[in-house]
C-alpha cells in the first residue's frame, strides 16, 4: 500500500492516490508527512515532547494539558509543577537582550544564512538562502517555496536542507551555515539520533553533510540573520524557485550591506 502512496523513486508523496483515498483532514496530515531521501526502517516517537523521547517530566506535562482541554481545574497541579521544576538550574529560561550581528566567516570558508516563512492555514513555506564569503559580498541568494510543511520547525528544517543543496550545486564544499531556529541547530549538533518528527529532514541534512570537506552548523538570532528573513518573506511572490548569482533583490542586498 505505501508503494503505491509514494511516488515510485521519488521522496515525495502520490498526490492523486492520497486525496483519492483518504479524507481531506487525514489527506492532508499525510502529505504534511516528510518522506527521506533515501529507505529507512520505522522507529517509535513520543509526540508530547520535541526530543521525540518520553520522560517523567513530558508525560505529566501531557498529562495536564489533556486534562486542561477536558475542562478540568487543573491550578493546584500547575503550581506545584511549577514550583518543582522551576527549582531546576538547567530547566530553567535563558533570555539574551546583547545585540547580535551578522559577522564574516574567515577567508577559506563561505558563510550560508537561512530562514523559513511559514503559513499555517495552507501549511506551506518559503526557504530563504544567502551566501556570503568572508568580504561580506553576496555570492548566491536563493528562494525555494514548499508545500504540504506541517510546521514551522519543519519548515526551518527543510530551509536548512535546501541551504546545503544550494552550496554544493555551487561548488562550496568548506562553509558555515547559519539558521534562527535554535531547535534545528542544537538536533544537527546533537550526537543522538533524532527521534522527533524532525528526524526525516534532520536524516537528509546529516546525510548531505558528507558532502563537504568542512561544515559547521551555527545558531543566530534575528538581528543576525535580517538578510535570510528578508529573502524569506520576498519569496512568497514567486511560485517557483529563484536563484540569484552573486547578487539579490535590492532591499535584501540593503540589509547585507548594513551587517
Not at 530563504?128 to 536563493?142: C, D, E, P
Amino acid at each position: 500500500m505505501m508503494h503505491g502512496l509514494q511516488v515510485l523513486h521519488s521522496n515525495t508523496w502520490n498526490y492523486d492516490v492520497v486525496v483519492s483515498l483518504f479524507s481531506p483532514q487525514l489527506a492532508a496530515q499525510i502529505l504534511c508527512t516528510p518522506l527521506p531521501s533515501v529507505s529507512t526502517n520505522d522507529i517509535r516517537i513520543w509526540r508530547g515532547d520535541s526530543s521525540g523521547l518520553y520522560s517523567v517530566k513530558s508525560g505529566y506535562r501531557w498529562l495536564l494539558n489533556s486534562e486542561s482541554e477536558a475542562g478540568r481545574d487543573n491550578s493546584l497541579e500547575e503550581d506545584w509543577y511549577n514550583k518543582l521544576y522551576g527549582s531546576v538550574p538547567h530547566l530553567t529560561r535563558v533570555s539574551s537582550t546583547l545585540n547580535v550581528r551578522w559577522s564574516p566567516p574567515t577567508e577559506d570558508l563561505m558563510k550560508a544564512n537561512f530562514d523559513a516563512s511559514y503559513n499555517g492555514d495552507d501549511h506551506s513555506s518559503v526557504s530563504g538562502v544567502i551566501i556570503r564569503n568572508s568580504g561580506g559580498l553576496i555570492m548566491a541568494a536563493g528562494t525555494y517555496p514548499n508545500s504540504h510543511v506541517a510546521n514551522s520547525d519543519l519548515a526551518e528544517a527543510i530551509a536548512c536542507d535546501q541551504t546545503l543543496i544550494l552550496l554544493k550545486d555551487l561548488g562550496f564544499d568548506r562553509a558555515i551555515v547559519e539558521g534562527g531556529s535554535f531547535i534545528v541547530i542544537s538536533k544537527i549538533c546533537s550526537p543522538f539520533t533524532d527521534r522527533s518528527v524532525l528526524s526525516v529532514p534532520l536524516g537528509n541534512i546529516l546525510r548531505r553533510t558528507n558532502h563537504f570537506s568542512l561544515l559547521k552548523s551555527m545558531h543566530v538570532k534575528r538581528e543576525g540573520n535580517k538578510a535570510a528573513h528578508l529573502l524569506a518573506h520576498a519569496g512568497r511572490t514567486y511560485s517557483e524557485p529563484r536563484i540569484w548569482i552573486e547578487e539579490a533583490q535590492p532591499e535584501v542586498e540593503l540589509a547585507a550591506s548594513q551587517d
